[in-house]
């Protein structure tokens, strides 16, 4: 995704990680073929945007250890790819950007105030502009991520004493982006545990971003999402969408797919990577690794 490249560029990590509630998965990008996955005992890491997401430091420091072992003093860059629910996406719209980065960071930062859970003068926020259609006509679309500076330093600690040096931090469903065919109206709809995230796309560009937490990931509890996702692209974008992409539902994208593809009259289909069929715990990882392939 040509139009996300800002959020994923930094000097080439060696490592790449992907956390979740259910365990870390890693790949060494030179070896991007290795991927392997550590499953967490519960509680290690709850997943928040405003709490302390990794309750149990050292377990997490024992899993980096063993999946990936010093090698001396040689200095190690790793990506880190963290569950979407610590972090809030969102599309902002302006009628003008200014050319100036620190104007340009002083309002997303103002237009983000009001919407995340979190003091955003001291959260970490990246942003790209989107590219302009049509549609959008004059005005300036920007794709915005922010996480708490408390919480992305509680991801990097336990990294950086296993000798690491994180260079590069983002979000499971940005990164799954990756692997994606976008072209006219798309949707990303991501599973993972208790978290349902929905990307609406039309082209490169990202539309819509909602990331809910469900009580159940059961069908009713999906499509209570998915039904106003779709009543928006008919109002908003006053089309349907030609694909929905499914990421982390296993199994169940065979009895969902169908249903949903009568339902609403589009493909649906588990998104797909070179490395193999990505899973709730590694669409990120297995993003990432496309785009530095």
């Given at each position: ?241 030609q694909m929905v992409w499914l990421a982390g539902f296993g199994a169940e994208a065979d009895e969902f797919a169908p249903r949903w593809e009568s339902e609403w009259g589009v493909a649906v289909q588990p998104i797909r990577s070179r490395l193999g069929a990505p899973n709730r715990n590694n669409s990120g990882l297995l993003g990432y690794l496309e785009s530095v392939a």
């Open positions: 995704m040509n139009s996300l490249a800002n959020l994923l560029k930094d000097p080439p990590p060696t490592h790449a990680f992907e956390l979740s509630e259910e365990g870390i998965s890693f790949a060494p990008v030179s070896g991007s073929a290795l991927v392997e996955f550590a499953r967490f005992e519960p509680g290690v890491v709850l997943v928040s945007p405003i709490h302390e997401n990794i309750q149990q430091p050292h377990v997490l420091l024992d899993h980096i250890g063993k999946l990936a072992p010093a090698n001396g003093h040689r200095k190690r860059r790793a990506a880190l790819i963290l569950p979407d629910y610590c972090a809030r996406i969102a599309v902002l719209d302006f009628d003008t950007f200014p050319s100036d980065p620190e104007e340009q960071q002083a309002l997303v930062r103002f237009r983000l105030k009001k919407s995340v859970p979190f003091e955003v003068d001291t959260a970490m926020v990246s942003y790209v502009e989107q590219p302009r259609s049509a549609a959008t006509g004059p005005k300036v679309e920007i794709l915005a991520a922010v996480m708490s500076s408390e919480i992305v330093q509680q991801y990097e600690a336990p990294f950086r004493t296993a000798g690491f040096q994180p260079g590069l931090v983002t979000t499971s469903s940005i990164a799954a982006l990756n692997l994606l065919e976008s072209d006219g109206i798309t949707l990303l709809v991501k599973l993972s545990g208790r978290i349902l995230t929905v990307l609406v796309l039309s082209g490169s560009a990202v539309k819509l971003a909602r990331c809910v937490e469900m009580d159940e990931a059961g069908v009713s509890d999906i499509e209570s999402v998915l039904h106003p996702t779709i009543a928006y692209i008919e109002d908003e974008l006053k089309s349907r969408p």
